[in-house]
C-alpha cells in the first residue's frame, strides 16, 4: 500500500543553519508528493509540490527534489529563520486515490 | 482565490450538546474533504465530497458525526452528543477535480473543545 516515513522530531537548529528533513514513501507508479507546513494554531499551508519524477519543488527557500530511485522527498532549505518554526508534513496524492497519505510530521524549533 | 474559510474558528461546548461547523471551499473546487488533527497528530481523515455526493466516509467515524454539502458548494459538519474525546482541530479542504492537480488547499480549521 501507499505510506510516508518521516524523521521523528522535534529537530532543533540555531539561525542560519541548513536544513534538512527525510521523507520518503512506499506507492505503486508516479505520486505526486508535498511538503505542507502547519504554524502554531493555523492549518495546514502548502509549501511545495513535485508530480513526477526529479521535479524540484521550491517555494520560500525550502527545496525538495523527487527522486524515484530512492523513493524520497527530503526538504532542504539553506539558512532557517525564527519563523521557519512550525510542524512540517510530507504526503503523497494519486489522481486515482481521493486521499492524501500522511506522513506524522516533524516539529522544526530553531532558536536565535 | 480568497481560500477556504471555516466558521467558527473556535467553539467551546458542554459534553452532551450538538455542535456544527461550516466549511466554505474556493469556488472552482469541487472536491472536499474534512479531516480531524490532534495536539502532536497528523491530519486524520473524516469524510470527503465530489460535488454534492459523499463518496467516502471514514470507518473511525462514530455515527455522530454527519457531514451534507447540499448545493456542492459549502459544507457543514455536525457532531451530535459531543464527548471530551471529540476535542480537536477539524480542518476543511478542497480541490480541483482535475488529474494532475491532487493537492489539498486548507482551511485554518475550527478548535472544539469540550468540557
Known amino acids: 500500500g501507499n505510506s510516508v516515513t518521516q524523521m521523528e522530531g522535534p529537530v532543533t537548529l540555531s539561525e542560519e543553519a541548513f536544513l534538512t528533513i527525510n521523507c520518503t514513501y512506499t506507492?505503486?507508479?508516479?505520486?505526486?508528493l508535498f511538503w505542507y507546513v502547519q504554524y502554531p494554531g493555523e492549518g495546514l499551508q502548502l509549501l511545495l509540490k513535485?508530480?513526477?519524477a526529479d521535479d524540484k519543488g521550491s517555494n520560500k527557500g525550502f527545496e525538495a527534489t523527487y527522486r524515484k530511485e530512492t523513493t524520497s522527498f527530503h526538504l532542504e532549505k539553506g539558512s532557517v529563520q525564527v519563523s521557519d518554526s512550525a510542524v512540517y508534513f510530507c504526503a503523497l496524492g494519486r489522481d486515482s486515490n481521493y486521499q492524501l497519505i500522511w506522513g506524522a510530521g516533524t516539529k522544526l524549533i530553531i532558536k536565535p | 482565490d480568497t481560500g477556504v474559510s471555516q466558521d467558527p474558528r473556535h467553539k467551546i461546548t458542554k459534553r452532551g450538546q450538538n455542535v456544527t461547523f461550516r466549511c466554505d471551499p474556493i469556488s472552482e473546487h469541487n472536491r472536499l474533504y474534512w479531516y480531524r488533527q490532534t495536539l502532536g497528530q497528523g491530519p486524520e481523515f473524516l469524510t470527503y465530497?465530489?460535488?454534492?455526493?459523499?463518496?467516502?466516509k471514514s470507518r473511525l467515524l462514530s455515527d455522530r458525526f454527519s457531514a451534507e454539502r447540499p448545493k456542492g458548494s459549502f459544507s457543514t459538519l455536525e457532531i451530535q452528543r459531543t464527548e471530551q474525546g471529540d476535542s480537536a482541530m477539524y480542518l476543511c479542504?478542497?480541490?480541483?477535480?482535475?488529474?494532475?492537480?491532487?493537492?489539498?488547499?486548507f482551511g485554518p480549521g475550527t478548535r472544539l473543545t469540550v468540557l
Open positions: 506507492a505503486t507508479g508516479y505520486p505526486s
Open positions: 465530497f465530489q460535488n454534492e455526493a459523499q463518496l467516502e
Open positions: 479542504a478542497s480541490r480541483y477535480g482535475l488529474a494532475g492537480r491532487n493537492e489539498q488547499f
Open positions: 513535485a508530480t513526477k
